[in-house]
């Protein structure tokens, strides 16, 4: 009983533990065509969490749909020139994706283990987290170190759902200030812009 006890604690501290990276203020940095940026400071990074939010008329059986097709993702994905299914596995996939950045910063690229949960409001979320080491590093590219993030639909009234979509990354390697505070802000307003249009025309 006393194990069982001691494992349940220390399961509950993980959990806090995880969370507590997360667990900043969100401030409001962006508020345009129906879409709103949060940036949140992360306890010992130098780089910000962003939170995107945004409501898509569609349902999230379309929404999955697109985020499925990791190939075609890459036309509204923020600066993704190339993305691939490394491995399916139930609910899990392992993803392979390719990223543009303005010289002189080397191109970046990253590995994921993505897990889709169903909910039972028909929602969905989808779980992002970077495995690095999962395939040997490409030439001309360095490796986004660390990647945690998420997708959450959840359906509202008059067919339309909200969309939330959260990332915090190390990218790995030297990146100029500009370019990360530039980044943690078109990154998710211009993936939910070019989302939300990609959605809405099915």
């Not at 006890?5 to 507590?20: F, I």
């Not at 979320?125 to 690095?132: E, S």
Request: glycine content about 8%.
């Amino acid at each position: 009983m006393m194990a069982l006890l001691t494992r349940l604690l220390l399961g509950g501290v993980a959990v806090l533990a995880v969370n507590a990276a997360h667990a900043q203020d969100w401030n409001l940095v962006k508020d345009e065509d129906g879409i709103k940026i949060y940036l949140s400071d992360v306890a010992g990074s130098e780089y910000k969490a962003y939170r995107g939010v945004t409501t898509i008329k569609s349902d999230v059986s379309t929404l999955l749909k697109l985020q499925n097709d990791a190939a075609g993702s890459c036309a509204w994905i923020h600066e993704c020139k190339t993305q691939k299914v490394l491995k399916q596995e139930g609910d899990k996939a392992w993803t392979y994706a390719q990223f543009n950045t303005p010289w002189p910063v080397t191109p970046r690229d990253s590995v994921m283990e993505v897990m889709t949960k169903q909910g039972a409001d028909g929602g969905a979320t989808r779980l992002m987290h970077g495995v690095p080491s999962y395939v040997p590093e490409e030439k001309g590219f360095v490796r986004v170190s660390e990647l945690e993030g998420s997708w959450v639909f959840t359906p509202k009234a008059a067919g339309e759902v909200e969309v939330v979509y959260e990332v915090h990354t190390e990218p790995g390697g030297s990146v100029p200030s500009w370019l990360a505070n530039k980044f943690v802000v078109d990154a998710p307003f211009n993936t939910l812009k070019n989302y939300r249009e990609l959605a809405e025309k099915k």
